[in-house]
């Protein structure tokens, strides 16, 4: 029987699950809806999925994660079944089934040091299926050590707004442990830090297969605690974090608030660092501005590498965009890449999650999208509206701000302090409010583009290289979108 509380705590878990996986509310809301809990028989679960073209599409491909979060509902051990869904002169569904495994069988600390592998139905031909009696152990090395092989660096997009936390993590690969400890990576939600963890784990697993790298999110680094305390193993659970080669700790921002848990990950940072062993952390927040972190922890985050994320640029979003939607087979038109990039300006997982959206709308109708199309799938990931920035709107608050005359964003004056403040003008009407490049030049008294397109270049760098200057133009933005 299911219990109605965990039924419902379990569809929370799920469409939590499928945000976190990049895909927009609205997909998220149908994956929770249409996997619907049947049975709860001692320590299996069953469900069923009740969309055939779901399941094709999502289901089936993300069992595993599905499995996870019943895992986190009803215990390490329970057994998780999904019967998939069919018409009703259909075969009778067979059920995709992961095999369970526990929290003991992950870190089985006195017999190795690396976690087991997971195990997934086989037949005599090693060929994945469902509903075998027998089970045959698969390798999956990236899945052994927490990483998800398509995040690499080949797959991140490099950019301004990302350019010092890329560095780091190339300085992580190329020297491990040698240069900077820990390499702390900051910035908002969505913004790639995730990504940057699994590829530095990735390139660091491809040039040295036998080392130890474990990567997990920090509410699991909680979660294995307190099951070492459960079970009094807080030797063997210290001493499996204490002897990676690699520590790669996602949102560690979540350790605030639990003061025993801050405590033992305090003594495994002073190990791995005194054995010279590479950490690397990311958060949502700066070290300082986490609240109720141990003061101690906090110094040590601080003596490493700080490296932060800003929000992706017009042009970084496009990028994103037209790479993504290469890699997924989407065929986006210029006109409705920018309108994307207009409207989600902050999080590039909501961006992937509106591609996977859009093709899923694609997938379905056979046809290429349509403006349609995309502001149907936009309305689930951001509110939209209309933009009451214009370039004028811009051009003054730019000028307020490097206290100069409006006018003397349309002259042709070389003076340096001129120069900046009119590109920086020409950046932000970009970005902004999506004009295209002759809109801008004729709103700055030029008769080409070319003008505009070298003013993009110029803030690009200036973005990159001079901290500065890449602080009080991302003051001026926020200042705008504010306005917005």
């Not at 986190?72 to 992961?98: C, D, M, R």
């Amino acid at each position: 029987m299911i219990v109605q509380e965990k039924a419902d705590e379990f569809s929370q878990k799920l469409r939590d699950k499928v945000l976190s996986l990049g895909f927009p509310s609205n997909t998220a809301d149908t994956i929770a809806k249409i996997i619907v809990l049947k049975t709860f028989d001692g320590d299996t679960v069953t469900a069923h999925c009740a969309d055939s073209f779901y399941k094709d599409v999502f289901v089936n491909s993300k069992l595993h994660e599905i499995c996870n979060v019943a895992k986190e509902v009803w215990g390490p051990s329970v057994k998780f079944i999904l019967t998939q869904g069919v018409s009703a002169n259909s075969k009778p569904p067979k059920s995709l089934a992961v095999e369970s495994y526990s929290e003991s069988s992950i870190f089985n600390f006195q017999e190795q040091n690396k976690p087991d592998s997971i195990k997934i139905k086989q037949n005599s031909h090693n060929k994945t299926h469902v509903g075998s009696s027998s089970s045959v152990e698969v390798r999956q090395p990236q899945a052994e050590h927490g990483l998800q092989p398509e995040f690499t660096f080949s797959t991140f997009v490099k950019g301004p707004s990302n350019s010092i936390a890329f560095s780091a993590c190339e300085s992580v690969v190329l020297q491990p442990g040698r240069l900077s400890n820990p390499v702390f990576i900051y910035g908002g939600s969505g913004l790639g830090k995730t990504h940057l963890l699994h590829a530095v784990g990735n390139e660091l697993l491809r040039k040295n297969p036998s080392w130890n790298v474990l990567y997990l999110s920090s509410s699991d680094f909680v979660s294995h605690f307190v099951t070492s305390i459960r079970h009094n193993a807080g030797n063997a659970f210290r001493d499996r974090f204490s002897n990676c080669d690699i520590l790669l700790i996602d949102d560690v921002q979540f350790l605030e608030n639990k003061d025993a848990t801050q405590i033992e990950f305090f003594h495994i940072f002073n190990v791995l660092c005194s054995r010279k062993k590479q950490i690397v952390l990311t958060s949502d927040k700066y070290p300082k501005d986490i609240p109720t972190l141990e003061e101690r922890l906090r110094s040590r985050f601080l003596q490493g590498l700080l490296a932060d994320i800003e929000p992706p640029s017009f042009e970084e979003r496009i990028a994103i965009i037209n790479a993504t939607a290469s890699d997924i087979s989407l065929k986006l038109s210029a006109g409705l890449t920018e309108l994307i990039a207009t409207h989600v300006k902050t999080n590039i997982r909501e961006l992937k999650g509106t591609l996977n959206n859009l093709l899923i709308r694609q997938t379905v109708s056979g046809k290429t999208s349509s403006q349609d199309d995309v502001a149907a799938v936009l309305r689930g990931v951001v509110k939209l509206q209309r933009s009451t920035l214009d370039i004028p709107t811009i051009q003054k608050s730019v000028a307020t701000f490097y206290n100069i005359k409006v006018s003397d964003l349309s002259s042709t004056s070389k003076v340096q302090k001129l120069v900046i403040p009119r590109h920086v003008a020409m950046f932000l009407s970009r970005e902004l409010t999506g004009a295209n490049l002759m809109e801008i030049a004729s709103a700055f008294g030029r008769k080409d583009h070319t003008t505009v397109l070298n003013a993009l270049e110029n803030v690009k760098k200036l973005l990159e290289k001079d901290a500065s200057q890449r602080s009080m133009i991302n003051d001026l933005r926020r200042r705008l979108e504010q306005m917005n």
